[in-house]
Protein backbone atom coordinates (compact mmCIF):
# COMPACT_ATOMS: atom_id res chain seq x y z
CA UNK A 1 0.00 0.00 0.00
CA UNK A 2 1.01 3.83 -0.66
CA UNK A 3 2.52 5.63 2.57
CA UNK A 4 1.26 9.36 2.81
CA UNK A 5 1.98 12.46 0.20
CA UNK A 6 2.18 16.03 2.03
CA UNK A 7 -0.44 17.26 -0.82
CA UNK A 8 -3.79 16.05 -1.19
CA UNK A 9 -6.43 17.01 -3.73
CA UNK A 10 -9.26 19.38 -3.41
CA UNK A 11 -12.45 17.37 -2.10
CA UNK A 12 -14.98 17.65 -4.51
CA UNK A 13 -18.01 19.32 -4.36
CA UNK A 14 -20.41 19.39 -6.97
CA UNK A 15 -22.11 15.65 -6.58
CA UNK A 16 -20.26 12.56 -8.22
CA UNK A 17 -18.96 11.70 -11.69
CA UNK A 18 -21.86 8.67 -12.23
CA UNK A 19 -23.95 8.48 -15.10
CA UNK A 20 -27.20 6.86 -14.58
CA UNK A 21 -25.89 3.82 -15.59
CA UNK A 22 -22.99 3.18 -13.09
CA UNK A 23 -25.06 3.61 -10.41
CA UNK A 24 -27.59 1.22 -11.37
CA UNK A 25 -24.38 -1.36 -11.74
CA UNK A 26 -23.24 0.19 -8.39
CA UNK A 27 -26.43 -0.62 -6.78
CA UNK A 28 -26.54 -4.06 -8.34
CA UNK A 29 -22.55 -4.75 -7.02
CA UNK A 30 -23.47 -3.61 -3.32
CA UNK A 31 -26.32 -5.54 -3.10
CA UNK A 32 -24.80 -8.85 -4.51
CA UNK A 33 -21.38 -8.86 -2.97
CA UNK A 34 -22.03 -7.07 0.27
CA UNK A 35 -23.42 -8.55 3.91
CA UNK A 36 -24.07 -7.71 7.37
CA UNK A 37 -20.95 -9.20 9.13
CA UNK A 38 -21.13 -7.95 12.75
CA UNK A 39 -23.49 -9.10 15.53
CA UNK A 40 -24.25 -6.61 17.51
CA UNK A 41 -26.73 -5.71 20.38
CA UNK A 42 -28.70 -2.94 18.76
CA UNK A 43 -29.14 -4.54 15.37
CA UNK A 44 -31.21 -7.36 17.66
CA UNK A 45 -33.95 -4.68 17.86
CA UNK A 46 -35.97 -1.81 16.22
CA UNK A 47 -36.64 -0.38 19.05
CA UNK A 48 -36.12 4.08 18.67
CA UNK A 49 -35.31 4.43 22.01
CA UNK A 50 -32.54 1.93 22.42
CA UNK A 51 -31.33 2.53 18.87
CA UNK A 52 -31.09 6.14 20.06
CA UNK A 53 -29.32 5.00 22.77
CA UNK A 54 -26.81 3.18 21.01
CA UNK A 55 -26.06 5.96 18.04
CA UNK A 56 -25.32 8.39 20.92
CA UNK A 57 -22.80 6.08 22.15
CA UNK A 58 -21.19 5.36 19.24
CA UNK A 59 -20.17 9.20 18.88
CA UNK A 60 -16.65 9.37 18.93
CA UNK A 61 -16.80 5.74 20.75
CA UNK A 62 -15.78 2.61 19.14
CA UNK A 63 -17.82 -0.40 18.79
CA UNK A 64 -16.00 -2.84 20.91
CA UNK A 65 -16.45 -0.18 24.32
CA UNK A 66 -19.46 0.54 23.47
CA UNK A 67 -21.31 -2.84 22.86
CA UNK A 68 -20.67 -3.69 26.82
CA UNK A 69 -21.45 -0.46 27.97
CA UNK A 70 -25.29 -0.22 25.72
CA UNK A 71 -26.25 -3.57 27.58
CA UNK A 72 -25.37 -2.23 30.81
CA UNK A 73 -26.67 0.82 30.18
CA UNK A 74 -29.84 -0.11 28.65
CA UNK A 75 -30.75 -2.30 31.31
CA UNK A 76 -31.30 0.32 33.56
CA UNK A 77 -32.88 2.92 31.08
CA UNK A 78 -35.03 0.20 28.91
CA UNK A 79 -36.92 2.95 28.06
CA UNK A 80 -37.49 6.84 27.61
CA UNK A 81 -39.90 6.94 30.85
CA UNK A 82 -37.04 5.20 32.67
CA UNK A 83 -34.43 7.30 31.81
CA UNK A 84 -36.72 10.59 32.64
CA UNK A 85 -37.72 9.86 35.71
CA UNK A 86 -34.50 8.96 36.79
CA UNK A 87 -31.54 11.82 37.96
CA UNK A 88 -29.03 13.24 35.79
CA UNK A 89 -26.36 11.78 38.52
CA UNK A 90 -27.88 8.36 37.80
CA UNK A 91 -27.73 8.54 33.98
CA UNK A 92 -24.21 9.95 34.24
CA UNK A 93 -23.08 7.42 36.47
CA UNK A 94 -24.67 4.75 33.68
CA UNK A 95 -22.44 5.92 31.58
CA UNK A 96 -19.15 5.26 33.14
CA UNK A 97 -16.17 4.13 31.04
CA UNK A 98 -17.27 5.71 27.59
CA UNK A 99 -16.33 9.47 28.10
CA UNK A 100 -17.32 12.47 26.53
CA UNK A 101 -20.54 12.62 29.31
CA UNK A 102 -21.89 15.60 27.55
CA UNK A 103 -23.47 12.51 25.59
CA UNK A 104 -25.07 11.02 28.82
CA UNK A 105 -26.35 14.31 29.77
CA UNK A 106 -27.96 15.01 26.39
CA UNK A 107 -29.67 11.12 26.25
CA UNK A 108 -31.06 12.61 29.52
CA UNK A 109 -32.28 15.56 27.80
CA UNK A 110 -33.99 13.82 24.91
CA UNK A 111 -35.85 11.44 27.17
CA UNK A 112 -37.11 14.44 29.14
CA UNK A 113 -38.10 16.24 26.04
CA UNK A 114 -39.77 12.83 24.32
CA UNK A 115 -41.55 12.13 27.21
CA UNK A 116 -42.93 15.91 27.86
CA UNK A 117 -43.51 17.13 23.79
CA UNK A 118 -44.16 13.73 22.31
CA UNK A 119 -45.99 11.62 24.59
CA UNK A 120 -42.97 9.04 25.04
CA UNK A 121 -42.99 8.32 21.81
CA UNK A 122 -39.44 9.19 20.06
CA UNK A 123 -40.38 11.08 16.81
CA UNK A 124 -39.96 9.19 13.27
CA UNK A 125 -39.24 12.72 11.31
CA UNK A 126 -35.88 13.98 10.75
CA UNK A 127 -37.01 17.46 11.76
CA UNK A 128 -38.36 16.18 15.57
CA UNK A 129 -35.38 14.21 15.69
CA UNK A 130 -33.13 16.64 14.89
CA UNK A 131 -34.80 19.12 17.56
CA UNK A 132 -33.33 16.51 20.27
CA UNK A 133 -30.68 17.65 22.24
CA UNK A 134 -27.39 15.96 21.06
CA UNK A 135 -28.83 14.41 17.78
CA UNK A 136 -27.08 15.88 14.80
CA UNK A 137 -27.90 14.76 11.35
CA UNK A 138 -25.50 11.78 10.89
CA UNK A 139 -27.52 9.99 14.31
CA UNK A 140 -31.13 11.30 13.37
CA UNK A 141 -30.80 9.77 9.98
CA UNK A 142 -29.24 6.50 11.63
CA UNK A 143 -32.47 6.53 13.70
CA UNK A 144 -34.52 6.74 10.86
CA UNK A 145 -32.52 3.76 8.77
CA UNK A 146 -31.95 1.64 11.65
CA UNK A 147 -35.07 1.82 14.08
CA UNK A 148 -38.05 2.30 11.38
CA UNK A 149 -36.43 1.13 8.46
CA UNK A 150 -36.12 4.14 6.25
CA UNK A 151 -34.29 4.24 3.19
CA UNK A 152 -32.05 6.94 3.67
CA UNK A 153 -28.67 6.53 3.60
CA UNK A 154 -26.38 7.40 6.16
CA UNK A 155 -22.73 8.30 6.21
CA UNK A 156 -19.81 7.89 8.62
CA UNK A 157 -16.19 8.04 8.17
CA UNK A 158 -16.51 4.32 7.32
CA UNK A 159 -18.99 4.99 4.73
CA UNK A 160 -17.01 7.80 3.58
CA UNK A 161 -14.09 5.95 2.81
CA UNK A 162 -15.78 3.66 0.76
CA UNK A 163 -17.29 6.34 -1.17
CA UNK A 164 -14.45 8.24 -1.93
CA UNK A 165 -11.74 5.06 -2.22
CA UNK A 166 -13.95 2.64 -4.21
CA UNK A 167 -17.25 4.56 -6.05
CA UNK A 168 -15.08 7.50 -7.19
CA UNK A 169 -11.52 7.19 -6.61
CA UNK A 170 -11.58 11.10 -5.38
CA UNK A 171 -12.16 13.28 -2.00
CA UNK A 172 -15.59 13.80 -1.55
CA UNK A 173 -17.25 16.63 0.38
CA UNK A 174 -20.27 16.59 2.59
CA UNK A 175 -22.83 17.47 0.63
CA UNK A 176 -21.65 15.28 -2.66
CA UNK A 177 -20.80 12.21 -0.34
CA UNK A 178 -24.13 12.25 0.95
CA UNK A 179 -25.62 13.01 -1.93
CA UNK A 180 -23.88 9.41 -3.53
CA UNK A 181 -24.71 7.39 -0.74
CA UNK A 182 -28.19 8.59 -1.37
CA UNK A 183 -28.15 7.99 -4.98
CA UNK A 184 -26.72 4.32 -4.52
CA UNK A 185 -29.48 2.30 -1.77
CA UNK A 186 -31.63 0.50 -2.78
CA UNK A 187 -35.39 1.12 -2.22
CA UNK A 188 -36.73 -1.34 0.51
CA UNK A 189 -33.55 -2.13 1.58
CA UNK A 190 -32.46 1.06 3.62
CA UNK A 191 -31.27 -1.35 7.15
CA UNK A 192 -29.15 -4.03 5.06
CA UNK A 193 -27.64 -2.09 2.94
CA UNK A 194 -26.62 0.54 5.61
CA UNK A 195 -25.32 -1.80 7.97
CA UNK A 196 -23.48 -3.95 5.42
CA UNK A 197 -21.45 -0.70 4.21
CA UNK A 198 -20.59 0.41 7.61
CA UNK A 199 -18.91 -3.35 8.06
CA UNK A 200 -17.53 -2.78 4.65
CA UNK A 201 -15.42 -0.12 5.84
CA UNK A 202 -15.06 -0.81 9.04
CA UNK A 203 -13.52 -4.01 8.58
CA UNK A 204 -12.02 -3.85 4.66
CA UNK A 205 -11.82 -0.01 4.13
CA UNK A 206 -10.16 1.06 7.42
CA UNK A 207 -8.02 4.56 7.50
CA UNK A 208 -5.18 1.72 6.74
CA UNK A 209 -7.33 -0.08 4.30
CA UNK A 210 -6.79 -4.33 3.93
CA UNK A 211 -7.40 -4.61 0.32
CA UNK A 212 -6.73 -8.44 -0.40
CA UNK A 213 -10.21 -10.15 0.71
CA UNK A 214 -12.42 -7.13 0.13
CA UNK A 215 -15.43 -8.21 -1.77
CA UNK A 216 -15.25 -4.86 -3.77
CA UNK A 217 -11.54 -5.09 -4.60
CA UNK A 218 -12.01 -5.82 -8.42
CA UNK A 219 -14.58 -2.60 -8.37
CA UNK A 220 -12.57 -0.34 -6.27
CA UNK A 221 -11.85 2.70 -8.57
CA UNK A 222 -8.97 3.41 -6.78
CA UNK A 223 -7.70 0.23 -6.11
CA UNK A 224 -8.11 -0.41 -9.89
CA UNK A 225 -5.81 2.38 -10.95
CA UNK A 226 -3.03 1.42 -8.45
CA UNK A 227 -4.00 2.89 -5.43
CA UNK A 228 -2.00 6.54 -6.57
CA UNK A 229 -1.18 9.11 -3.82
CA UNK A 230 -3.21 10.66 -1.90
CA UNK A 231 -5.72 8.29 -0.73
CA UNK A 232 -8.96 10.10 -1.70
CA UNK A 233 -9.87 9.25 1.75
CA UNK A 234 -7.67 11.67 3.12
CA UNK A 235 -9.66 15.08 2.30
CA UNK A 236 -13.28 13.55 2.30
CA UNK A 237 -15.48 14.81 4.72
CA UNK A 238 -16.55 13.19 7.23
CA UNK A 239 -13.56 10.67 7.82
CA UNK A 240 -11.80 10.76 10.85
CA UNK A 241 -8.98 12.47 12.14
CA UNK A 242 -6.45 11.82 14.65
CA UNK A 243 -7.56 11.90 18.63
CA UNK A 244 -5.49 14.10 20.87
CA UNK A 245 -3.60 11.94 23.03
CA UNK A 246 -5.55 10.86 26.22
CA UNK A 247 -2.52 10.75 28.37
CA UNK A 248 -2.41 14.57 30.14
CA UNK A 249 -5.08 15.64 27.95
CA UNK A 250 -8.08 17.41 29.50
CA UNK A 251 -10.18 14.69 28.46
CA UNK A 252 -8.38 12.35 31.02
CA UNK A 253 -8.68 15.38 34.17
CA UNK A 254 -12.50 15.54 33.47
CA UNK A 255 -12.68 11.52 33.73
CA UNK A 256 -11.05 11.54 36.59
CA UNK A 257 -13.29 14.28 38.61
CA UNK A 258 -16.21 12.26 37.48
CA UNK A 259 -15.03 9.20 38.92
CA UNK A 260 -14.14 10.65 41.98
CA UNK A 261 -17.92 12.17 42.01
CA UNK A 262 -19.61 9.03 41.24
CA UNK A 263 -17.76 7.63 44.80
CA UNK A 264 -19.74 10.69 46.36
CA UNK A 265 -19.66 14.35 47.05
CA UNK A 266 -15.99 15.75 46.40
CA UNK A 267 -14.78 18.03 49.20
CA UNK A 268 -11.76 20.38 49.46
CA UNK A 269 -9.79 17.49 50.29
CA UNK A 270 -10.40 14.84 47.63
CA UNK A 271 -9.73 17.72 45.16
CA UNK A 272 -6.69 18.68 46.69
CA UNK A 273 -5.49 14.79 46.26
CA UNK A 274 -6.57 14.85 42.49
CA UNK A 275 -4.29 17.99 42.34
CA UNK A 276 -1.48 16.48 43.45
CA UNK A 277 -1.52 13.76 40.67
CA UNK A 278 -2.99 16.44 37.92
CA UNK A 279 -2.08 19.77 39.23
CA UNK A 280 -4.31 22.59 40.24
CA UNK A 281 -4.86 23.98 36.69
CA UNK A 282 -5.75 20.78 34.78
CA UNK A 283 -8.31 20.56 38.21
CA UNK A 284 -9.63 23.57 37.49
CA UNK A 285 -10.34 23.74 34.17
CA UNK A 286 -12.03 20.38 34.63
CA UNK A 287 -13.88 21.35 36.96
CA UNK A 288 -15.31 24.46 35.47
CA UNK A 289 -15.90 22.44 32.33
CA UNK A 290 -17.79 19.93 34.05
CA UNK A 291 -19.80 22.32 36.02
CA UNK A 292 -20.86 24.08 32.65
CA UNK A 293 -21.59 21.18 30.82
CA UNK A 294 -23.82 20.79 33.75
CA UNK A 295 -22.38 17.46 34.57
CA UNK A 296 -21.36 18.62 38.37
CA UNK A 297 -22.88 21.50 40.71
CA UNK A 298 -20.84 23.16 43.50
CA UNK A 299 -21.83 22.68 47.02
CA UNK A 300 -20.91 24.43 49.94
CA UNK A 301 -18.61 22.36 50.86
CA UNK A 302 -17.34 21.39 47.38
CA UNK A 303 -18.96 19.55 44.23
CA UNK A 304 -21.27 16.44 43.00
CA UNK A 305 -22.55 14.70 40.53
CA UNK A 306 -25.22 17.39 39.59
Given at each position: MPHPSASAPTPTTSGTDLSAAQVARWRRRLAQR??????????????????????????????????????????????????AA????????????????????????SAKVITADHNGV?????????????????????????????????????????????????????????RLADSLLTKG???????????????WCTATPTCAGCPLRRSCRW?????????????????SRPQERFVGSNREARGLVLARARLGPIGPTELADLAVSLGDERITTAVAGLVADGLLERTRGGLRLA
Open positions: LTVERDLPWRRTRDPWLILVAEVMLQQTQVARVAPAFERFTSQFPDVETCASRADVVTAWAGLGYHRRAVAIHEVPSDLEGLLALPGIGPYTARAILAFAFEDDVAVVDTNVARVLARAVVGAPLGATAAQNGWAHNQSMLDLGARAREGWPLPDPAWRTAGT
